[in-house]
Every structure is written in structure tokens, then in C-alpha cells.
């Protein structure tokens, strides 16, 4: 399928777009808000300023795509992949995240307040100056994480694994870092 299709699809009414390949299209800036995604493949996918608002991206695969100023607010991205893709500056107040794959993925200054990103595997990822207040980490892979300079406010970090992060000059208040 191609991007204009989807988008004239969307525009028609049409929210059902999972398990299909739409690797490497170009969806910028389109509205796709509440969109269902789910088990859909947009690896390499350009979806950078999309709205993809209270979309389903459960089990999708989006490896290498960018989504850079993104709005992916209560968003579900229940494991999926999201390795090494570009999330700089994206907004995903509220989305859940567990069990999602975003090893080597980049977040700097992403928006992810009130995230549930319990069990995620985001070893390498930079999150440099990301917004991370009550977030629930509690059993996420944060290995070799740099989090130089994020907000952790009342971040819940219970079970997390830490080695090798780097959270200096981070705001930890709050933070729950006991083991249950």
C-alpha cells in the first residue's frame, strides 16, 4: 500500500491498517490519529510530525523509522519494535510500552510523562533530556541508557536494570528504585 492511499483511506473513514507492509513510505505530517497499526510493518517509515494520537501500534514493527516530533499521545505500542528509531522531540504523554523493543532507539528531549514502559528492552538508547515524570520503568532493560539530564520525577525504576546507565544531571525525585 501506498501513502496516498492510506491517507485517502483515512480520510474515508477507514482506521484499519494492521499486519500490512508499509515499510519506507513517507507519512509526514498526516493526520492518523486513533489509527489501528497493529502487527503493521513500517520499518524505515518516515512519519515524522504524524499524529498518531490514541493510535494501536501493538506488535508493529517500525525498526529504523522516524518519528521525530511525533504525537504519539496514548498511543499503544505494546510490544513493538522500535529499534534505533528516530524519536527526538516526540510527544507520548501516556502511551504503553510494555514489553516494547527500542534498543539503540533515540529520544532526546521526547516527551514521556505518565508512559508505561514496564519490561521494555531499551539497552543503548539515548534519552538525553527526555521528560520521564511517573513514568513506570519497573523491569525495563535501561542498560548503557544515557539519561544524562532527564526528569525522572516520580519515575518508578522498581526491578529496572541500570548497568552502565548514565543519569547525570538528572532530576531523580521521587524515584522508586526499590526491589520489590
Avoid: W
Avoid at 70 to 81: K, V, Y
Avoid at 102 to 124: F, K, P, Q
Amino acid at each position: 500500500m501506498e501513502a496516498e492511499e492510506i491517507v485517502k483511506s483515512y480520510a474515508a473513514g477507514e482506521r484499519d491498517f494492521g499486519a500490512i507492509k508499509l515499510t519506507e513510505l513517507n507519512l509526514s505530517g498526516v493526520n492518523l490519529s486513533e489509527a489501528n497499526f497493529s502487527r503493521a510493518n513500517l520499518s524505515v517509515a518516515n512519519l515524522s510530525g504524524a499524529n498518531l494520537s490514541k493510535s494501536n501500534l501493538s506488535n508493529a514493527k517500525l525498526n529504523v523509522a522516524r518519528l521525530s516530533g511525533c504525537n504519539l499521545t496514548h498511543a499503544n505500542f505494546n510490544g513493538a519494535i522500535l529499534n534505533v528509531a528516530n524519536l527526538v522531540r516526540a510527544d507520548l504523554t501516556g502511551s504503553t510500552l510494555v514489553l516494547a523493543g527500542l534498543i539503540r532507539a533515540v529520544l532526546i528531549r521526547a516527551e514521556l510523562s505518565y508512559v508505561d514502559l514496564s519490561r521494555a528492552h531499551l539497552t543503548g538508547a539515548d534519552l538525553r533530556e527526555a521528560t520521564l515524570r511517573q513514568a513506570n520503568l519497573s523491569g525495563a532493560n535501561l542498560s548503557e541508557v544515557d539519561l544524562r539530564g532527564t526528569s525522572l520525577t516520580g519515575a518508578n525504576l522498581q526491578g529496572a536494570n541500570l548497568h552502565g546507565t548514565d543519569m547525570s544531571r538528572s532530576d531523580m525525585s521521587g524515584v522508586d528504585l526499590d526491589n520489590p
